[in-house]
């Protein structure tokens, strides 16, 4: 248990749905990331957010929409998504963003497979 | 850009043999060195850590040491046990962005 818990664990839905995906850490840390695990594939950093405020969009298609609410929670709101967006769903918190040394807390991931 | 470049698997060992997984990078500044561990259905996990050159991280058997002067972060565990079958990522941190490699998948046969 790393303190940042995901939901769903899994979710399969088709191209037309809209769904999201909720992170929540219970760290108190100030900085929060949503991450994409492919098959074959390095991590990729979607957005990241600190303080609430977004501070990377790593060139994610406009089909995946952040939202930060507050530092403890975050969402990653999925519309119109395409086959090759099955991939598993990564968030994380540290203390702050822009502090090199941090560690990134990880959450168990979201299982997405888009029919 | 930062870049990571660690060994190709899958890895397969017996239990008690020694491991290695060889992590180069290429960065433009002085970044920390991570390795994490993913087990089964699990998210990513803090495997070690060291955050200026010729540190050391350790953690559960496990070592790597930070050489700025061939940019290597190289994972060893003079033993393994079944319960270190897992996907193991060396990743760099400058300023505030992870880089990963691709991952190395482990198994250690009883």
């Known amino acids: 248990e790393t303190g940042v818990t995901q939901t769903p664990r899994h979710l399969v839905m088709g191209m037309t749905n809209k769904k999201s995906l909720k992170c929540e850490q219970h760290?108190?840390?100030?900085?929060m990331y949503w991450y994409k695990q492919s098959a074959k594939k390095p991590l990729e950093l979607m957005f990241v957010?600190?303080?609430?405020?977004?501070?990377e969009n790593n060139s994610v298609p406009s089909r995946f929409s952040p939202e930060c609410p507050n530092s403890s929670h975050l969402f990653l709101h999925l519309h119109t998504l395409q086959p090759e967006d099955s991939a598993l769903y990564l968030c994380?918190?540290?203390?702050?963003?822009?502090?090199?040394?941090?560690?990134?807390?990880f959450g168990p991931g979201t299982r997405l497979t888009v029919l | 850009g930062n870049s990571v470049t660690q060994m190709e698997g899958p890895v397969t060992l017996s239990e008690e043999a020694f491991l290695t997984i060889n992590c180069t990078y290429t960065?433009?500044?002085?970044?920390?060195l991570f390795w994490y561990v993913q087990y089964p259905g699990e998210g990513l996990q803090l495997l070690l850590k060291?955050?200026?050159?010729?540190d050391k991280g350790s953690n559960k058997g496990f070592e790597a040491t930070y050489r700025k002067e061939t940019t290597s972060f190289h994972l060893e565990k003079g033993s393994v046990q079944v319960s270190d079958s897992a996907v193991y990522f060396c990743?760099?941190?400058?300023?505030?962005?992870?880089?990963f490699g691709a991952g190395t998948t482990v198994t250690v046969r009883a």
């Open positions: 060291a955050t200026k050159a010729d």
């Open positions: 960065a433009t500044g002085y970044p920390s």
């Open positions: 990743a760099l941190s400058d300023d505030y962005k992870l880089s």
């Open positions: 760290l108190g840390h100030n900085a």
């Open positions: 994380a918190s540290s203390p702050q963003s822009r502090a090199g040394t941090d560690t990134q807390y």
């Open positions: 957010y600190n303080f609430k405020e977004q501070t």
